[in-house]
């Protein structure tokens, strides 16, 4: 049986911000618009997801809902306006488009803040990762398995912060049709060096166990 060891880095920056909901009416920018400057200083362009807000602070993500059928855009504020009082933000007209009120012209919405945290959860994840396959010996232990390819890099950094200077190894499997990756620790040369090692984490991964690389 052939294994991976995995080293990788995560960076993640959290923020955290009030949600504000509002609620009227949408319209979008006339083709007119198209290559002129906007307040932030930006220039319009109807093929980007951005939106005029008469307050919020340029660069601001909000989650937009079109009432009557409910399909949602996330767009940034880079501009003043609308300046109609019935009226609550003005869209691109590709956002208009996604929406999917081009024809209307105006439609009821409602207006949300996407929070720092969303957006940064939502950003692509990148990571440095040095692979090579293994044919490891002695023992291990085995603390759990994950389909989830984020959850596994993010847990592998983690616990080389945690353990700093142990092996982690990566053990591709299919359980029940499903492809999982089974992450175990160490590579002790006895069995009772595994035990121990084990009894440290049973607080933490009650049902972690010993593997015997010797098995596969």
Known sequence: MKYLILTCFLLVNSFFCVAQFQSGKASYYADKFEGRKTASGEIYRGNELTAAHPTLPFGTTVKVTNQHNQKFINVRINDRGPFVSSRIIDLSKSAAEELDF?????????IEIVPDSVLEAMRPKFY????????????????MS????????????????????????????????KQVFAL?????????????????????????????????
């Open 128 to 143: 440095s990762v040095n692979v090579k396959q293994i044919e490891p010996v002695g023992f291990g232990v085995q603390i």
């Open 146 to 177: 994950l389909s989830n390819l984020d959850m596994l890099l993010s847990m592998n950094q983690d616990l080389i912060k945690q353990k700093e200077g142990f092996k982690v190894t990566i053990q591709p499997k299919v359980i029940q049709e």
């Open 102 to 110: 081009i024809n209307l012209g105006v439609v009821d919405v409602s």
């Open 184 to 216: 175990i620790l160490g590579d002790f040369n006895s069995r009772e060096e595994a035990v121990n090692f084990k009894n440290t984490l049973s607080i933490k991964y009650a049902d972690s166990y010993i593997v015997d690389f010797s098995k596969f």
